[in-house]
């Protein structure tokens, strides 16, 4: 089979990586790529949220099925484009995509369904944004409606941050995605992500994992787009996954079919767990970065079977083959994300570093310069490593880490603290 792979992240280097060690891939092309992925596979220069320009490539590359990466494709169609012209593709068209694009309708559809989530209400002007606010009170979520980079979440912790927030969305400080403002209760508990293909009927759970969105050691600073994930999440017990799957997962899918728009591809489930019980933070369309880092290292080459036969509606079929394992990823970030930071230094000791299945280094923002690896993003390395146990699976990553040489990035000591 003749893959082809929309994407450019660390995401899409473990995906590609997991798919190359299935002998039923012949030829895999991962567009656009980066200079980690273009060690393994061949990477193409496309516009990937140009659906007729995907659609023109996978025809002349004689694509047999293509795996979308991110949310911007799969929000602008392309899959649908690519399904119109008859490949066959892993990801959900834009109607099913707005599950991640807009939280006003997967708020809609929690409530069809009946699935757990935060209270909130829905704003198309500041007036009655605002006077939500006074009358629920601190701390509050305040989240713009649309695809804002992950970055259109603001939890308040007094009533003025909180006015301040829908002041700053309706104002454009998120662009169009703040032009509709959604107001969540603040919801505590544990956070876990839950992974699960879907083929527009059956539910098959792939995973979980436990991301750190902040950029400081404990949980603290800025939120960033993930500096390292674990998989398993220990917080997801049976009964937690029963209970996702009963009450969040399959409502949903069940209300998306309803309304005619039946969800294919992986549905990324991002919970809150308070005593045992779990509640729905958002809905992604995509897997997470670098959540997919932990998962593909777990799942290897079946993923790719998984993958084929979500698309192919054959889910009811398959089965995973777990092991008793455990992986965990750590972000090797540029110096000064998530806010500004700078490119191009070099980045050394790559060339050692142990490639196999159970460690690899994942690249997310990398180039090459005169036969070296340079920083070309926010996130750029994720050091990767599976283990019998957890404690074991962050001493091989960090002992990745500390063998990379580049002086202008940095990380968090601190990966996987919750579980240990
Ligand atoms: P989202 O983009 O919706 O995932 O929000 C980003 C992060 O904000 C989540 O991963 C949570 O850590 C936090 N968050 C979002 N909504 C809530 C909520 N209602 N209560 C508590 N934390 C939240
Ligand atoms: N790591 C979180 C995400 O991919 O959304």
């Not at 293909?197 to 979980?208: A, F, Q, R, S, W």
């Not at 045992?276 to 290897?300: I, K, T």
């Not at 970030?333 to 500004?340: D, T």
């Not at 690249?363 to 036969?371: I, Q, S, W």
Request: charged share 20%; hydrophobic share 45%; aromatic share 6%.
């Amino acid at each position: 089979m003749n893959i082809l792979i929309l994407g450019s992240g660390g995401r899409e280097h473990a995906l590609a990586w997991a798919v190359l060690q299935n002998p039923k891939c012949d030829r895999l092309i991962v567009a656009p790529g980066n200079a980690g992925i273009a060690e393994i596979a061949d990477c193409a220069t496309l516009n990937i949220e140009d659906g007729s320009a995907v659609v023109t490539f996978a025809e002349e590359n004689a694509i047999d099925f293509v795996i979308i990466g991110p949310e911007a494709p799969l929000a602008a169609g392309v899959a649908d484009r690519l399904r119109a012209a008859g490949l066959l593709v892993f990801g959900p068209g834009a109607a099913a995509a707005q599950l991640e694009a807009s939280k006003a309708f997967t708020k809609e559809i929690c409530d069809a369904a009946g699935a757990p989530t935060a209270a909130y209400g829905h704003f198309t002007d500041p007036a009655s944004a605002r006077a939500y606010v006074e009358a629920q009170g601190a701390p509050i979520v305040i989240k713009a409606d649309g695809l804002a980079a992950g970055k259109g979440v603001i939890i308040a912790q007094t009533v003025e941050e909180a006015l301040a927030a829908v002041d700053e969305m309706f104002d454009g400080a998120f662009g169009n995605a703040g032009a509709e403002v959604v107001i969540e209760e603040f919801m505590e508990g544990e956070e876990a992500s839950f992974f699960v293909l879907c083929d527009g009927e059956n539910v098959l759970p792939i995973g979980t994992a436990q991301d750190h969105k902040r950029v400081g050691e404990g949980d603290t600073g800025p939120n960033t787009g993930g500096m390292g994930a674990y998989s398993p999440a220990p917080v997801m017990t049976d009964a937690v996954t029963q209970a996702t799957l009963d009450r969040i997962v399959r409502p949903t899918m069940a209300e998306m079919s309803r309304r005619g728009m039946p969800y294919q591809g992986v549905l990324f489930v991002g919970l809150m767990i308070k005593d045992g019980a779990p509640r729905l933070v958002e809905y992604n369309v995509r897997f997470g970065d670098p959540e997919c880092q932990v998962l593909m290292m777990r799942l290897g080459a079946q993923a790719l079977d998984l993958m084929h036969a979500a698309a192919e509606g054959r889910l009811a079929d398959m089965q995973v083959n777990w092991a008793e394992d455990h992986a965990l990823t750590v972000v090797l970030a540029a110096a000064g994300y998530p806010g500004a930071y700078s490119k191009g230094s070099v980045i050394g000791g790559l060339s050692d570093m142990p490639a196999d299945s159970s460690r690899m280094v994942f690249h997310a923002g990398t180039g090459r310069k005169d036969g070296q690896f340079t920083a070309q993003g926010g996130r750029v390395l994720a050091l990767t490593a599976r283990a019998g146990s957890l404690r074991e699976a962050q001493d091989a990553a960090y002992r990745m880490v500390d063998a990379v040489n580049w002086p202008e990035g940095f990380c968090r000591r601190d990966i996987g603290w919750r579980a240990l």
